[in-house]
C-alpha cells in the first residue's frame, strides 16, 4: 500500500504546477481524500495536465500498463481525470484545477454527504489560499459580457466576443450544467442549472458527451459499462435558441455573464452571483477588482432622468452604484459593464456606453493560459494542454 501522506502531497505539488494551482494545505489534502483513493492518488501524482500513455505512467509508478488501466479508467469515469484513445493509444491527463477538477463533482446537482462535506471543505479552503492562487496573475481568466440587448445601441459595434449570442453561435455545441459554486457553496438562492459549457469540436473529433469538452481529438476512454467520463444525463446538449434562454433567465435572476477571458474558443459561459462564485467573491470579499475582466462597456447614468428610486443599487453585484442626492452614481473603478442595472431601471436613466480605453482579450485558452503562466512565473511545458486549441 502507498504511503497515504505521501502520495496526496505529491498529488497535490503535481497540481500546483498548472496555471491555475492549489497551494498544499490540510484542507486541499482532505478534498483530494474525498476524491481520490491513496491507489488512484499515487497513480495520478505521476501524472500530469499534459497528455501520457498508461505506459508512460505505468513505468513511472514500476507498474504494468494491464495493472493500472482499470484504475486510471476508474478515475475517467468518476471524472477525476481525463482520458481518450487516438489509434491504438490511450492517453491520460488531469483536469485543469479550474474549470475541471473543482466543478466535475458538483456537475450533477446532486447535494449527497459527500457532496455537502466536499461543498464546505472548497468554501474554507478558499479562504485560506486558493483565492489568492485564483487571482494570483494581472490577467483575469474570465470576463463579464454585458446584457446583449443594452450594448447594441446607436452605431456602435459589438464585437463577437462581447456578444453572447455570437459566443454561442460561434461554438460547435452548448451543454447546461448545475452551477458548481452555488450547489457547492449554498449561500443563496439564485438558479443552479444555469451554467453554459461551450464545445468546439476538433478535426476529426466526434460529438462526444460534455465531458470531453475543450480536448483533443480521439475516443473517449470507457469505463466496463461503456459510459465516457461523466454521465451525459449529467448535462444537456442545447440548441442555440434554448441557449439564449438559459442566458435570458441568467439576466433576471440577477446574475453575471462571466466568459473565459479569450476570443475565440472559450470553455464555458457561467453565470455569477457575487456570494458563491469564487472568481466573483475576489471582488466581493477580497476587493479585488482584477478578479473578472471587465467588459468594454460601462454604465452611465443621465442624471436629468433619475429619479433616485434605488431599485438598481440592488441589482449591481459589484456595489459601484451610490444615490448622491438623489440621484444614481457609477463608480467607474468598481463597474464591470454587465449591464444589469440597466435591465431594472424603470425610467431609462441608465445606459452603457463603451469605454475610452478598450481592452482586447487572450485570443484562444492557449494565449491565455500562457500569460497566466509567465506572470505566475509557472513552467510553460504545462502550456502544451492548450496547443489543441490553436488551430481552427
Given at each position: 500500500?502507498?504511503?497515504?501522506?505521501?502520495?496526496?502531497?505529491?498529488?497535490?505539488?503535481?497540481?500546483?504546477?498548472?496555471?491555475?494551482?492549489?497551494?498544499?494545505?490540510?484542507?486541499?489534502?482532505?478534498?483530494?481524500?474525498?476524491?481520490?483513493?491513496?491507489?488512484?492518488?499515487?497513480?495520478?501524482?505521476?501524472?500530469?495536465?499534459?497528455?501520457?500513455?498508461?505506459?508512460?505512467?505505468?513505468?513511472?509508478?514500476?507498474?504494468?500498463?494491464?495493472?493500472?488501466?482499470?484504475?486510471?479508467?476508474?478515475?475517467?469515469?468518476?471524472?477525476?481525470?481525463?482520458?481518450?484513445?487516438?489509434?491504438?493509444?490511450?492517453?491520460?491527463?488531469?483536469?485543469?484545477?479550474?474549470?475541471?477538477?473543482?466543478?466535475?463533482?458538483?456537475?450533477?446537482?446532486?447535494?449527497?454527504?459527500?457532496?455537502?462535506?466536499?461543498?464546505?471543505?472548497?468554501?474554507?479552503?478558499?479562504?485560506?489560499?486558493?483565492?489568492?492562487?485564483?487571482?494570483?496573475?494581472?490577467?483575469?481568466?474570465?470576463?463579464?459580457?454585458?446584457?446583449?440587448?443594452?450594448?447594441?445601441?446607436?452605431?456602435?459595434?459589438?464585437?463577437?466576443?462581447?456578444?453572447?449570442?455570437?459566443?454561442?453561435?460561434?461554438?460547435?455545441?452548448?451543454?447546461?450544467?448545475?452551477?458548481?459554486?452555488?450547489?457547492?457553496?449554498?449561500?443563496?438562492?439564485?438558479?443552479?442549472?444555469?451554467?453554459?459549457?461551450?464545445?468546439?469540436?476538433?478535426?476529426?473529433?466526434?460529438?462526444?458527451?460534455?465531458?470531453?469538452?475543450?480536448?483533443?481529438?480521439?475516443?473517449?476512454?470507457?469505463?466496463?459499462?461503456?459510459?465516457?467520463?461523466?454521465?451525459?444525463?449529467?448535462?444537456?446538449?442545447?440548441?442555440?435558441?434554448?441557449?439564449?434562454?438559459?442566458?435570458?433567465?441568467a439576466e433576471e435572476a440577477g446574475l453575471i455573464h462571466c466568459v473565459e477571458n479569450v476570443q475565440r474558443r472559450p470553455a464555458f459561459i457561467c453565470n455569477c452571483c457575487p456570494c458563491c462564485c469564487v472568481l466573483m467573491r475576489g471582488i466581493s470579499q477580497a476587493?479585488?477588482?482584477?478578479?473578472?475582466?471587465?467588459?468594454?462597456?460601462?454604465?452611465?447614468?443621465?442624471?436629468?432622468?433619475?429619479?433616485?428610486?434605488?431599485?438598481?443599487?440592488?441589482?449591481?453585484?459589484?456595489?459601484?452604484?451610490?444615490?448622491?442626492?438623489?440621484?444614481?452614481?457609477?463608480?467607474?473603478?468598481?463597474?464591470?459593464?454587465?449591464?444589469?442595472?440597466?435591465?431594472?431601471?424603470?425610467?431609462d436613466a441608465i445606459t452603457l456606453r463603451r469605454r475610452v480605453e478598450l481592452v482586447v482579450p487572450p485570443e484562444t485558452p492557449y494565449d491565455l493560459y500562457e500569460r497566466v503562466l509567465r506572470e505566475k512565473g509557472r513552467d510553460m511545458s504545462q502550456l502544451a494542454?492548450?496547443?489543441?486549441?490553436?488551430?481552427?
Amino acid at each position: 500500500m502507498p504511503n497515504k501522506k505521501r502520495v496526496y502531497v505529491a498529488l497535490a505539488e503535481e497540481i500546483n504546477r498548472q496555471p491555475i494551482g492549489a497551494p498544499l494545505t490540510d484542507t486541499f489534502l482532505e478534498i483530494l481524500e474525498i476524491l481520490f483513493t491513496a491507489e488512484e492518488a499515487e497513480i495520478a501524482s505521476c501524472m500530469a495536465i499534459t497528455e501520457r500513455t498508461d505506459a508512460e505512467i505505468a513505468q513511472r509508478l514500476g507498474r504494468t500498463a494491464e495493472e493500472i488501466e482499470p484504475l486510471l479508467i476508474g478515475m475517467v469515469a468518476k471524472g477525476r481525470i481525463r482520458g481518450r484513445q487516438t489509434g491504438d493509444k490511450r492517453l491520460f491527463s488531469h483536469y485543469p484545477m479550474l474549470p475541471g477538477l473543482y466543478e466535475n463533482p458538483f456537475v450533477p446537482g446532486v447535494r449527497t454527504e459527500e457532496i455537502v462535506r466536499l461543498g464546505k471543505l472548497w468554501d474554507k479552503y478558499f479562504g485560506e489560499g486558493w483565492l489568492a492562487e485564483l487571482h494570483g496573475s494581472k490577467t483575469p481568466i474570465t470576463r463579464a459580457v454585458p446584457v446583449e440587448e443594452h450594448a447594441h445601441h446607436g452605431d456602435i459595434e459589438i464585437l463577437p466576443y462581447e456578444s453572447i449570442t455570437d459566443i454561442i453561435k460561434g461554438v460547435d455545441a452548448v451543454v447546461v450544467v448545475h452551477c458548481t459554486c452555488r450547489t457547492a457553496m449554498r449561500k443563496c438562492d439564485s438558479p443552479v442549472d444555469i451554467c453554459l459549457g461551450l464545445v468546439t469540436f476538433d478535426e476529426g473529433m466526434p460529438v462526444t458527451p460534455p465531458t470531453y469538452i475543450g480536448q483533443p481529438a480521439g475516443e473517449p476512454v470507457l469505463h466496463e459499462h461503456g459510459a465516457p467520463g461523466i454521465n451525459p444525463g449529467e448535462a444537456r446538449f442545447l440548441t442555440v435558441e434554448e441557449a439564449l434562454q438559459v442566458a435570458k433567465r441568467a439576466e433576471e435572476a440577477g446574475l453575471i455573464h462571466c466568459v473565459e477571458n479569450v476570443q475565440r474558443r472559450p470553455a464555458f459561459i457561467c453565470n455569477c452571483c457575487p456570494c458563491c462564485c469564487v472568481l466573483m467573491r475576489g471582488i466581493s470579499q477580497a476587493g479585488l477588482p482584477h478578479s473578472v475582466a471587465h467588459s468594454n462597456y460601462i454604465a452611465t447614468v443621465d442624471e436629468s432622468l433619475c429619479i433616485g428610486c434605488e431599485d438598481c443599487l440592488g441589482r449591481c453585484q459589484v456595489k459601484a452604484i451610490t444615490i448622491d442626492k438623489q440621484t444614481a452614481a457609477i463608480d467607474e473603478g468598481k463597474c464591470l459593464g454587465c449591464g444589469l442595472c440597466v435591465s431594472k431601471c424603470g425610467v431609462d436613466a441608465i445606459t452603457l456606453r463603451r469605454r475610452v480605453e478598450l481592452v482586447v482579450p487572450p485570443e484562444t485558452p492557449y494565449d491565455l493560459y500562457e500569460r497566466v503562466l509567465r506572470e505566475k512565473g509557472r513552467d510553460m511545458s504545462q502550456l502544451a494542454a492548450w496547443e489543441h486549441f490553436r488551430h481552427k
